[in-house]
């Protein structure tokens, strides 16, 4: 008799139909038999129903009934049916391309895949559900969000096994930000390079694209504004446009970052006038004067300049690691600053009040042009004469920082905390400042979008997806030349799965992590 697979494995895909001793597991959840004469070819009344697995696919689905039937599998009567004038066309299309099929616009039929909208559909916007029996796969979703998912588990199971066993998946994300940050200002990454990671997110459900575009080392995207400013080699806005349109085509929100006030030594390059000094006249690395007018101007000209070319719905203003605020008595070492402090702000105003209000001021500018604001949580400064605008997201990355906070004393204030916990989620090439490069396991075994720092949880009533809605992997550059751009892809790849899992379902997974790795290789 042949071996069944659990429901707990088969909703994380654990058990293949080959595991289970044949074409397709026995046993199973259903409990049905079947009511076939002997010699159909089909199971005699007394054997039990046949049930194959969850589709195999990275994440794995979140809900899994199977039914009895033997399997959907491609065929040369396979098209991917949908209103080629409708708001599926594109899924449906890139589908057929990928399976290597026709696309139509139906009606359905035996062997098909059928996309739809029903809107009626309780799956949120990028839930699905896909059922496959009587030879056709239908995949449905309340927006095209969900459909596209929905191609991308059936895309992954027919790479890994070949087929798809007949059952109902109802499936759909625990976190609505999920994402990969990279550094492209300190190693410049090709506009090819970037398309095959939007690729490969898409296929992961990832969909948030951030790009950190200008740093100390170089500023890396075309400007008309300010090219001065610019670095070679960058991206030109063509490019910029190219990746977007992919982005899109795998709904991925392309997130754009001019960090600032830190982070500027490429503009600096370009306008010393705006270079920050101390005390004693010394320039500090990477940061602008914020108490002079001209390097607000060079920044907000950027960020309106871009508006246009990154049409999503966030933008990354940066606000981390501003050194003036790392000193142990930043109004000492920065009379300046201080004194302009005190001239907006009143008496007991602060450098700190100052770098709020520059920030605010940012945030205001693209807030202008429709977008969510995000900010790293060190430049979000407790108390102070000045306090932080709540009109954007937190992006928390440390708890090492000068007045450092904890990820709960922010939770507890009301601010969302996008998770960039620098223990698990920081890809540093060069391991410089005792980084090591994160690995799929730990973040399979330990991570959850709870631990925002080091390796505890925050408490459970902080860390839903009201107070965290997601996290982000990030790629920092900071030694650009210790890998190459195919060993960033080839490093990344198994750490990237693990959090794409964790944060479609933060839940402790049933498959191990090796089974795990090795259906991401079989199901890219």
Not at 216 to 234: G, K, L, M
Not at 264 to 291: F, M, W
Not at 412 to 426: P, V
């Amino acid at each position: 008799m042949a071996v069944a697979c659990t429901v707990s494995l088969l909703t994380l895909g654990g058990c293949s139909s080959e595991d289970a001793g044949g074409e397709a597991a026995s046993g199973g959840s259903s409990g049905h038999t079947s009511h076939t004469t002997a010699g159909s070819g089909a199971p005699r009344p007394t054997e039990p129903a046949r049930t194959g697995p969850a589709p195999a696919a990275v994440p794995s689905v979140r809900d899994w009934k199977p039914v009895r039937g033997p399997a959907w599998k491609p065929s040369k009567f396979t098209r991917v049916v949908a209103d080629p004038d409708g708001p599926l066309a594109d899924e449906g299309k890139l589908l057929a391309r990928e399976l290597k099929v026709p696309f139509s616009d139906g009606p359905a039929r035996t062997g098909d895949i059928r996309l739809s909208l029903d809107q009626s559909l309780e799956t949120g916007r990028e839930g699905y559900v896909m059922e496959s029996r009587e030879g056709q796969v239908k995949i449905a979703g309340a927006a095209d969000a969900g459909v596209f998912y929905g191609t991308r588990t059936l895309l992954q199971s027919v790479r890994a096994t070949g087929k798809v066993a007949d059952g109902v998946v109802h499936d759909k994300p625990d976190r609505s930000q999920r994402g990969l940050m990279l550094d492209i200002a300190r190693k410049h990454f090709s506009a090819g390079w970037i398309e095959d990671r939007i690729r490969e997110m898409g296929d992961l459900k990832l969909n948030q694209l951030q790009l950190h575009l200008s740093d100390d080392q170089a500023f890396r995207i075309e400007s008309s504004t300010h090219p001065e400013v610019v670095s070679n080699p960058r991206l030109t806005k063509a490019q910029v446009r190219r990746i977007v349109r992919l982005a899109e085509s795998r709904h991925i929100d392309v997130i754009p970052e001019i960090d600032s006030p830190g982070h500027l030594g490429a503009v600096i390059k370009a306008h010393p006038e705006i270079q920050l000094r101390n005390a004693q006249g010394r320039p500090t690395e990477g940061a602008v004067d914020i108490s002079d007018p001209r390097a607000a101007k060079i920044v907000d000209d950027l960020l309106r300049e871009y508006a246009g070319l990154f049409p999503g719905k966030r933008w990354h203003l940066g606000g981390d690691e501003y050194l003036a605020l790392a000193q142990r008595d930043p109004e000492a070492s920065y009379p300046g600053l201080a004194a302009k402090a005190r001239e907006e702000f009143g008496r007991d105003a602060r450098v700190q009040d100052l770098a709020t209000d520059w920030l605010n001021d940012r945030s205001a500018v693209v807030r202008e042009k429709g977008k969510t604001p995000q900010a790293w949580n060190d430049g979000i400064h407790e108390d102070g004469a000045v306090r932080a605008h709540r009109d954007r997201e937190v992006a928390y990355w440390t708890g090492k920082e000068p007045g450092e906070r904890s990820p709960v004393s922010y939770l507890k204030e009301g601010w969302k905390l996008i998770n960039a916990n620098d223990e698990y989620l920081y890809y540093v090439l060069g391991e410089p400042n005792k980084f090591t490069y994160p690995t799929g396991r730990r973040i399979y075994d330990e991570w959850t979008p709870a631990v925002l720092r080091g390796t505890k949880p925050v408490p459970k009533s902080l860390s839903g997806p009201e107070h965290i809605p997601g996290g982000r992997f990030a790629v920092w550059c900071d030694r650009a030349g210790a890998q190459t751009q195919e060993q960033v892809a080839a490093g990344i790849r198994a750490p990237l799965r693990a959090m794409a899992q964790k944060l479609w379902d933060p839940k402790k997974p049933a498959m191990s992590w090796e089974d795990f790795k090795r259906l991401g290789e079989r199901a890219s």
